[in-house]
């Protein structure tokens, strides 16, 4: 270790920054984050650090940087870029004993100042020494998206109970695996979401019967199969879900990241060929929780767009279960920006309408009037076994047959395949290539623009299908 780390404490005190420009700003900035008395060293300062000074948040001694500008200084950093001056404030610091960092200058440093993600109180620090900072900085792009912005709260919350829970556990090991359970579980869940009432409740619980575990649901999205459209907090809690519950529409690649040690349950769900019906999956959910068990039901898309998730999560409701909703993005998102078709667009369309074109009593019931007024773009999820009777519909409630229309197989995903052509031609298409569910069906001009927009050529490479991108005929 070529440096030791530690956490300073500068509330409150002198602390010098030599130098009057925008990377000088950068660390008066920091410093004043936390707490510390700062004076600027400098002939001039750029207009930000001046208002600053002007305020009275900062003190400004203008002019050259003498050695007695360290002398009540508790920590220093130089940040000119003439070598010159920075070399003789690092001499000062050492004269002094004061810790001086010049900026991207190891060999002149007494410290050198670490990336950082700011959760407070919790902080991580990330250094290289002063080696490769690029990598800090990679690591903390990386940190930042593993810990959740709500961190701060929990750190907070977890504070107030330490000495409950110090009094309440003699045992430092029984004490650490009841932190880990809060900190990891529904409790920890309830405060970020800010939920503080029910997680002093639940805390009050687990203090009291330590050893029974509280349960909950968490009703996620998982997007339209790429795994990289996942959110951070789906991902999060696929990593640490006691019991997963999924269907066929989440990908397998999705699967793969969750906890390996996790209970997979498939729940079905394609049309007309309920694995477990809609009441079971309900009930199951329910009994799990109890268990206290973190019960995961990951959706394809997005859980509260023809995903039931309504359905699902008012029986937790009602039986007072906790649950947490993480939206996904829906597959007319997903398809619509990986096949190139805006789904609004200020010439084309002002508005979207998703709808179903799932059968209700062998017929399918939608509004035509709206659906068929112009400027509009129309998303038709479950649509695929009913694509003739739809494009014929269109057409018989007054849109031109030769209005565009696309349909999108495993979108975003790398067997994506796109058909476009128009209401009149889209059906034989969809017949000629063999189209295969999951697909979702666009109608509206904005499939037009396809053509051109369109990036995404999924496939394997080597796959030897090349673009997967194919236009029928517009028009006859
Ligand atoms: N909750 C889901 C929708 C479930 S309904 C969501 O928000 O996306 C099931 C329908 O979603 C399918 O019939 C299909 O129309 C659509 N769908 C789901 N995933 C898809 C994908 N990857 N590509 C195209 N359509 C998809």
């Not at 990891?184 to 997680?199: K, Q």
């Not at 037009?448 to 029928?472: D, F, H, I, T």
């Amino acid at each position: 270790m070529d440096y030791f780390p530690i956490f300073l404490k500068l509330q409150g005190r002198p602390c010098v920054v030599v130098g009057g420009g925008d990377v000088a700003l950068r660390k008066v900035r920091l410093l004043r984050q936390a707490g510390a008395r700062v004076t600027v060293v400098a002939p001039e300062l750029v207009a930000e650090l001046a208002e600053l000074a002007d305020q009275g948040e900062i003190a400004h001694r203008a002019g050259e940087f003498a050695e007695a500008d360290l002398d009540a200084a508790v920590l220093a950093i130089a940040a000119t870029d003439d070598r010159d001056v920075n070399r003789r404030v690092a001499a000062a610091g050492e004269a002094r004993r004061v810790p001086v960092n010049v900026v991207d200058d190891a060999e002149l440093s007494g410290y050198i100042t670490p990336a950082i993600v700011d959760r407070s109180p919790l902080v991580i620090a990330v250094s290289t020494g002063g080696g490769v900072p690029v990598l800090a900085r990679l690591v903390r792009a990386r940190l930042e998206s593993l810990i959740p912005a709500s961190f701060g709260a929990l750190a907070g919350f977890a504070a107030r109970f330490r000495d409950v829970v110090k009094a309440r556990f003699d045992d430092v090991e029984a004490r650490r695996t009841f932190w880990e359970s809060v900190l990891e579980g529904p409790i920890a869940d309830a405060v970020v979401a800010g939920n503080v009432e029910a997680a002093e409740a639940q805390m009050a619980q687990r203090l009291a019967e330590p050893d029974k575990p509280s349960g909950a649901v968490y009703l996620v999205g998982a997007g339209p199969g790429n795994p990289d459209l996942l959110t951070f907090r789906a991902l999060r809690l696929m990593q640490q879900a006691d019991v997963v519950l999924y269907d066929s529409l989440v990908a397998k690649e999705l699967l793969e990241l969750v906890r390996r040690d996790a209970e997979r349950v498939f729940v079905g769900k394609q049309r007309a060929n309920h694995t477990l019906p809609q009441e079971d999956i309900n009930q199951l959910m329910v009994r799990l929780a109890k268990e206290g068990k973190r019960v995961l039901r990951l959706k394809g898309g997005d859980p509260f767009t023809f995903g039931r998730g309504g359905e699902e999560i008012e029986e937790l409701a009602a039986r007072g279960i906790a649950f947490e909703v993480v939206p996904g993005i829906t597959s007319a998102s997903g398809a619509a920006a990986y096949a190139g078709i805006p789904l609004t667009h200020r010439d084309y369309a002002q508005s979207v309408t998703f709808v179903t074109g799932h059968k209700k009593d062998g017929s399918i019931d939608l509004d035509w009037p709206a659906l068929t007024r112009p400027q509009q773009t129309v998303v038709v999820y479950m649509g695929l076994s009913t694509a003739r009777e739809l494009c014929a519909a269109f057409i018989e409630h007054g849109k031109a047959a030769d209005t565009p229309a696309a349909i999108v197989e495993a979108a975003t995903t790398t067997r994506q395949r796109t058909l476009t052509g128009t209401l009149s031609t889209l059906p034989d298409a969809i017949d000629a290539a063999a189209i295969k569910s999951p697909a979702i069906i666009i109608v509206g001009e904005v499939v037009s623009l396809a053509s051109r927009l369109a990036w995404y050529r999924g496939g394997n490479p080597g796959a030897g299908e090349g673009s997967k991108v194919q236009n029928g005929e517009r028009g006859e």
